[in-house]
C-alpha cells in the first residue's frame, strides 16, 4: 500500500529504504525484507539507479499489476 500510494501514474516511485522506514516506523531490515518477499512475489520489481557522478541513488519501484 505504500508504494503505491507513493507511485506517479506510470506506478513507478523511488522513496529510499531509509524513508520507507521512517514513514512505517519499521527497521531497515524489515523494509528490506518485505521489498525481497513483494519481489520474489512478482508484486514489484526493483532497479538500481545511478548517479551521473557513479554515485547510488535510491532505487526504482515498479508495481506490477494484480
Same mark, same amino acid.
Given at each position: 500500500m505504500y508504494l503505491s500510494n507513493r @507511485?506517479? %501514474?506510470n =506506478? /513507478?516511485?523511488y522513496p529510499s529504504v531509509r524513508t520507507? @522506514? /521512517?514513514d512505517l516506523h519499521l527497521? %531497515?531490515?524489515t523494509v528490506f =525484507? @518485505? *521489498?525481497n518477499d *513483494? /519481489?520474489?512475489a512478482g508484486l514489484i520489481t526493483r532497479? %538500481? =539507479?545511478w548517479r551521473t557522478s557513479?554515485? =547510488?541513488s535510491s532505487t526504482l519501484y515498479q508495481l506490477k499489476e494484480c
Open positions: @507511485a506517479n %501514474k =506506478r /513507478e516511485c520507507i @522506514a /521512517e527497521s %531497515k531490515s =525484507r @518485505a *521489498l *513483494l /519481489e520474489t532497479e %538500481k =539507479r557513479g554515485g =547510488r
